[in-house]
């Protein structure tokens, strides 16, 4: 019951997408952290992070592992043998890494705004321009191959309804999806209308988020016992933004003690669960998502305080690639599915190892997703007023005060 929707023939490679979901954060390439005030041991802002951008690229990175595991690799119309086994198979834990981020992103970034009224058509504004434009852009490249290529769909695609919901994110008439990727994208614009509660008001918003959560809690014990728009609206998957703002007013407020020990028990959990999904099956999808949402809480909550202490140094390449990771997220299926079919005209199925293939695909879809950041999301996002260098978000002891 985590909402992850059916593939069709032209999507298969995106069942368990990265969130872009997440992706859909402020793109902090300037995430101001607080490091620790040895006067009165509290943390305050000083630096500029650049751990959740690369925690974003390994994220994104990971999935696409998986999307070439499970989906190109493991399809009788491709090559049908995996070269790395079912290592990869837990690789869309990615898409509950990104899940978290965003929790945290949205939350330090936001948290000035909450209860104030007069911030409400801000933040909906900013949150729309990252989402949608960059989004519909695609959507628009996706949608004629549906109606010029049938096959490559199952119909429910050249549904108006359908159409309608995939233009707005919105779940108004079912659950169909154009682009199977855009499942987290309508999580995610539902994590935003419940914080935009917050904004508008304080009292209500913390009421409504403390029953979004708690009916999320109840949805993990119910199975497929709820009705599909009931599974979405009330998922599992929910709490993992609830644990990103957590950690945010958690690292907001206090040093994390032990961080190397914190981040050991982090990917234990994470990768634990993994070898769990794996190889074990003895637990359920929803159970799974909490172990990987408290995985990655422990984990980036490591990262940022190992940053902010001077003991961890993100790589260029890392930051890039976060800073891309949503258009990697939208595109990088689609390229390495076409990159699939092209390798499998030019060679077939003899001669070069599939390891160096399946490796080949998964940087090409990746640096497909960078092109299209650089030449589209950036140009767009400035034109549409989005600096290249975002505000910076502090994260401080007043991540609760009332503005």
Do not use: C
Not at 235 to 262: Q, T, Y
């Amino acid at each position: 019951m985590s909402g992850r929707p059916a593939e069709t023939e032209f999507s298969k490679i995106s069942m368990k997408s990265m969130v872009a979901a997440v992706e859909t954060s402020t793109n902090p390439r300037m995430l101001s952290m607080p490091t620790t005030n040895r006067a009165n041991n509290l943390p305050r802002p000083l630096g500029n992070s650049k751990v959740l951008q690369a925690l974003r690229a390994l994220a994104a990175l990971l999935v696409a592992l998986y999307h070439v595991n499970h989906s190109i690799f493991g399809l009788p119309k491709y090559w049908l043998d995996r070269p790395f086994g079912d290592t990869f198979e837990f690789g869309h834990a990615g898409v509950e890494f990104f899940f978290v981020l965003s929790g945290f992103i949205i939350f330090a970034a936001h948290r000035r705004d909450i209860g104030q009224q007069s911030r409400f058509l801000s933040f909906a504004w900013k949150r729309s321009r990252r989402i949608y434009p960059v989004y519909w852009l695609m959507l628009l490249i996706v949608v004629p191959v549906y109606f010029l290529l049938p096959s490559f769909g199952t119909g429910m695609e050249r549904n108006l309804s359908v159409l309608v919901d995939s233009v707005t994110l919105l779940h108004l008439f079912g659950n169909g999806v154009v682009m199977t990727v855009s499942w987290t994208l309508f999580h995610e614009i539902l994590f935003y209308a419940i914080f935009s509660l917050l904004i508008l008001d304080r009292r209500l918003g913390t009421l409504a988020l403390g029953a979004w959560m708690a009916a999320s809690i109840v949805a993990l014990f119910m199975g497929s016992a709820l009705s599909p728009q009931l599974a979405f609206y009330f998922s599992p998957m929910h709490l993992l933004f609830g644990m990103g703002m957590g950690a945010a007013w958690l690292i907001g407020r206090s040093n994390i003690p032990a961080p190397w020990l914190v981040m050991a028990v982090g990917l234990a959990l994470f990768f634990g669960a993994g070898a769990e999904e794996v190889a074990g099956g003895h637990l359920s999808a929803d159970m799974l998502v909490v172990l990987y949402g408290l995985g990655s809480s422990l984990i980036m909550l490591a990262a940022l305080e190992l940053e902010r202490g001077g003991r961890l140094r993100v790589p260029r390449v890392l930051v890039f690639l976060g800073n891309a990771s949503y258009s990697i997220y939208l595109v990088h299926f689609i390229a390495m599915s076409v990159l699939a079919k092209v390798a499998l005209s030019l060679i077939g199925t003899a001669t070069v190892p599939h390891s160096i293939i399946y490796l080949g695909l998964v940087a090409g879809s990746v640096l497909a997703g960078a092109a299209y950041h650089v030449a589209v999301e950036v140009p767009l996002l400035a034109l549409l007023g989005q600096r290249s260098a975002p505000a910076r978000i502090v994260v401080t002891r007043s991540v609760l005060r009332p503005s």
